[in-house]
């Protein structure tokens, strides 16, 4: 009989932990060594509380978190955490409700977790949304003000969403705007992005928390770098079509039929960060762009208001920049790899730039001890593809 983990609290079995923490460990670019060292120090951890506070939302961030499968985030919210105030989840009603979060504040300051889904709506006097009659804002600055850290879950507390779009009559605001403005308490803080966020790296960034007592390392926009490092279409499976050229122009013509890119019906993932092509959603099945729709960059500032849905991109400065991107990736690959011996003088390689990625995968180049994934091999073909074109 497996022993279960009595002294996190919890009902899972060391070997079902070992599995959370592995494929955690997995999903957070760490080494799968680390899986067991993480699940040892977790199963001596009492479980940490979490207010969760849902503001100007939908409730889809907590819809996405109650159908996640893997890694079983029910069991990393119920048995590794203690949700002890949640608006959507909890049991406890009206007075019952606030008392069990005002105990969770006293007993464990400086200690629970704050999550937030939503914007703040500041208009009014903060009267566009209330809970037991203390407005969004309130209710946030006295729960942050002895959280340990703080989760911005989803584009809205993030980034504003859809209630902060032009005019945005309830005056809304994310969490990192109101921390910056002096309205909240500064707290150590991480925004996972998405409408809804991707329920695997939700997991992965409570189980790094739980264990390291920190955020993995985040970008400038405070976003954890493993899972919104790169753009959807740095690693989308169209890809290969968007470089050579084969687009979409319909979405019921040959080229969607074929799987062509959907640029040209308004894709937005040259300018979207987030991992869906390699997480994918519904226990890995696919995403949006594989599934035939365009990525409509609901994990990004501006989701609304930057452009219609199914506008093409050609116009959009961000556009263009990401495009000029891809050779300039590529010559970034170059200097790093292959200058030492290649072109020191960038002349051209005798093989044409367009069979260089077939070469590289061939493993026929002698002495090349790196290797390069799908994705850069088209940037530095592209790259080499400019030095071609010089005279
Ligand atoms: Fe994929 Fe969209 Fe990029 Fe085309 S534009 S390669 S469909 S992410
Ligand atoms: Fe959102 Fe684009 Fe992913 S629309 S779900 S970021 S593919």
């Known amino acids: ?191 996972l992005p998405g409408c809804p966020p991707i329920p695997e790296t939700i997991a992965a960034v409570l189980l790094h928390f739980l264990v390291f007592e920190r955020f993995p390392e985040l970008d400038e926009l405070n976003r954890p770098r493993v899972s919104y490092g790169a753009t959807v279409h740095e690693r989308c499976n169209r890809y290969h079509h968007f470089v050579e050229g084969r687009f979409a122009e319909r979405f019921d013509d040959e080229g969607a039929r074929r799987g062509w890119c959907l640029l040209r019906l308004g894709c937005r993932g040259p300018l979207t960060h987030n991992a869906c092509p390699t997480l994918r959603w519904n226990q890995g099945t696919s995403y949006p762009v594989e599934s035939g729709h365009p990525c409509i960059g609901c994990s990004e500032p501006g989701f609304w208001d930057r452009g219609g849905f199914y506008q093409a991109l050609h116009s959009d400065p961000g556009y263009t920049q990401a495009a000029a991107s891809t050779a300039e990736r590529g010559e970034t690959l170059f200097d790093d790899n292959c200058v030492y011996c290649h072109l020191p003088s960038r002349k051209p390689f005798r093989t044409a730039s367009a069979e260089i990625p077939a070469l590289l995968r061939s493993g026929n180049v002698r002495a090349h001890r790196f290797s390069f994934t799908d994705a850069q091999l088209t940037d530095l073909a592209e790259y080499l593809k400019t030095l071609e074109k010089q005279p």
């Open 1 to 191: 009989m497996e022993s279960s983990c009595a002294a996190a609290g919890t009902h899972l079995t060391r070997r079902a932990l070992l599995k959370l923490c592995i494929a955690t460990a997995s999903a957070l670019a760490m080494p799968v060594s680390l899986g067991p060292l993480m699940a040892e120090v977790l199963a001596t951890r009492k479980r940490r509380p979490v207010i969760w506070l849902s503001c100007q939302e939908c409730t889809g961030c907590t819809e996405s978190l109650t159908r996640a499968d893997a890694p079983t985030l029910e069991r990393l919210l119920f048995e590794l955490l203690s949700l002890d105030y949640h608006h959507t989840l909890q049991a406890a009603a009206g007075e019952a409700a606030e008392h069990a979060r005002l105990r969770t504040m006293s007993e464990y300051r400086g200690e629970y977790l704050l999550v937030v889904d939503g914007s703040i709506p500041t208009g009014a006097g903060g009267g566009y949304s209330t809970i037991a009659g203390v407005s969004n804002l309130d209710l946030l600055r006295e729960c942050a003000a002895t959280a340990a850290a703080v989760i911005a879950l989803g584009t809205c507390a993030a980034f504003g969403g859809l209630p902060i779009a032009a005019p945005n009559p309830t005056g809304a605001r994310d969490v990192a705007t109101l921390m910056r403005e002096g309205r909240i308490p500064a707290r150590p803080l991480v925004n």
